[in-house]
């Protein structure tokens, strides 16, 4: 069965930095492409970041610069740094990723910029 925990959201203030991790299990991790979404209040979940097998990224357009998604194939971990945070990052950010038809979350971690 596979799983993603997610872990080091928190409270931070406007302008600085999280990094967010997700450990994944039950599944060949360096196969798989990984994916960070968001979801603020009353707004739908949208995508942040996607990293591929390879390693090769993709980001949101309005999030470059700012946001990094990596990965340690070792540790099964896929990680998110975040810098410069705004409030409008406020959100609750999740693990993703995609087996063939199956589509696997983690519960998610919150992340909360405010002064």
């Known amino acids: 069965q596979v799983q993603l925990v997610e872990s080091g959201g928190g409270l931070v203030q406007p302008g600085g930095s999280l990094r967010l991790s997700c450990v994944a299990s039950g599944m060949i991790f360096r196969l798989y492409a990984m994916n960070w979404y968001r979801q603020a209040p009353g707004k739908e979940r949208e995508l942040v970041a996607v990293?591929?097998?390879?390693?090769?990224?993709n980001y949101r357009d309005s999030l470059k610069g700012r946001f990094t998604i990596s990965r340690d194939n070792a540790k099964n971990t896929v990680y998110l740094q975040m810098n410069s945070l705004k409030p409008e990052d406020t959100a609750v950010y999740y693990c993703n990723t995609k087996l063939g038809m199956a589509d696997y979350w983690g519960k998610g971690t919150l992340v909360t910029v405010s002064s």
């Open positions: 990293i591929s097998s390879g390693g090769s990224t």
